[in-house]
């Protein structure tokens, strides 16, 4: 189970961690990431909700989840919150060719680090003009299936380590089944309004 893992992972990184980190505080946020987990995350504030949990675990000046589209070598940016990044906004689809990270992520299924690539991509380039030198990332894998990403990035260099790398794996592993839900549901959304506006179209037409 993943709360067994969860606090496997916190015992060992007492031993990994030479940081004071509040392992209380840790495992409080995991579970409030469990309990928001279950809500639906196109529900509002639920985003930042989540954000602010992930925050006490691992500090960040961004944090962004993506949509893959493999079909279309695509990725969407459902949501970011904190740092602005050119090409980076909430709602802005861009090429896997543009960003070596995220196809890396998703193809390896693994959390990694994504600073240290000698060539990241248009993405890599924003990312790092905006200062944000420090940058993880990993895969969103529900029923088998990387849907997405989840990314964390900070101004301070060197600011992660193995240990941040095997928490954000977590919290990866925590959400995917909620964003899996969502993209989903939006898709649902998508079509019923595209059936509405052929039905709306074809009742135009039949008009004598």
Do not use: W
Request: hydrophobic share 45%.
């Amino acid at each position: 189970m993943l709360i067994n893992k969860i606090n496997a992972t916190i015992n060992a990184i007492k031993g990994v961690n030479s940081k004071n980190h509040d392992l209380a505080a840790e495992r409080a946020a995991y579970a409030e990431i469990g309990r928001i987990s279950g809500i639906p995350f196109s529900v509002s504030n639920v985003y930042e909700r989540f954000a602010k949990q992930v925050a006490k675990i691992i500090p960040f000046d961004l944090i962004a989840i993506t949509q893959l589209d493999l079909d279309r070598d695509t990725f969407t940016v459902l949501y970011t919150l904190g740092m602005k990044v050119t090409g980076l906004g909430q709602g802005e689809t861009v090429s896997l060719k543009d960003s070596v990270a995220v196809s890396e992520v998703a193809a390896s299924q693994r959390a990694m680090r994504t600073d240290n690539h000698p060539e990241g991509g248009a993405t890599a380039q924003s990312l790092s003009e905006a200062g944000l030198l420090s940058r993880i990332s990993t895969p969103l894998i529900a029923n088998e299936k990387t849907i997405g990403t989840l990314h964390l990035a900070s101004k301070k260099p060197n600011a992660y380590g193995k240990s941040d790398l095997v928490r954000l794996e977590i919290v990866g592993n925590q959400i995917a089944g909620a964003i899996a839900s969502a993209i989903l549901l939006q898709a649902e959304r998508d079509r019923a309004s595209q059936l509405k506006s052929l039905y709306d179209v074809a009742a135009i037409i039949a008009q004598p």
